[in-house]
């Protein structure tokens, strides 16, 4: 899951913790945020952050196909807090657009 992930969203390219991020289209920092991943028996999801001027939260779901992953979900939309619980509140809420462009993950 990680090699496929990396292959999209170099490590060099994603902020983690306090390291400077790119929120808005004149801000410095990396383009991408990570906020959090979680897994569940084959399945794993990550949320991260889009900085600039379209900035957006996405979260995309990854599940095991054989030896590697693949990625079989993804939206995004935009988060009040960069939570847990905020991303479950948003996407109960329809604050998520799914998206159909898997190849873009």
């Known amino acids: 899951m990680r090699k496929l992930w990396f292959k999209r969203y170099p490590r060099n390219e ?4 306090n390291e400077a991020f790119a929120d808005t289209d ?7 945020r990570f906020i ?3 897994q569940a028996a084959d399945s794993w ?8 001027l ?24 935009n988060l009040r807090q960069d939570t847990f619980e905020s991303c479950v509140a948003a996407v109960t809420k329809g604050k ?9 993950y």
């Open 14 to 17: 994603i902020a983690i913790g």
């Open 54 to 77: 379209l900035h957006h939260h996405t979260l995309v779901f990854f599940q095991r196909a054989g030896r590697d992953y693949r990625v079989v979900e993804a939206a995004y939309g």
């Open 45 to 52: 999801f990550i949320l991260f952050e889009t900085g600039g």
């Open 36 to 38: 959090l991943a979680g």
């Open 96 to 104: 998520f657009v799914q998206t159909d462009d898997l190849a873009a």
């Open 26 to 32: 004149v801000s410095d920092g990396k383009s991408f």
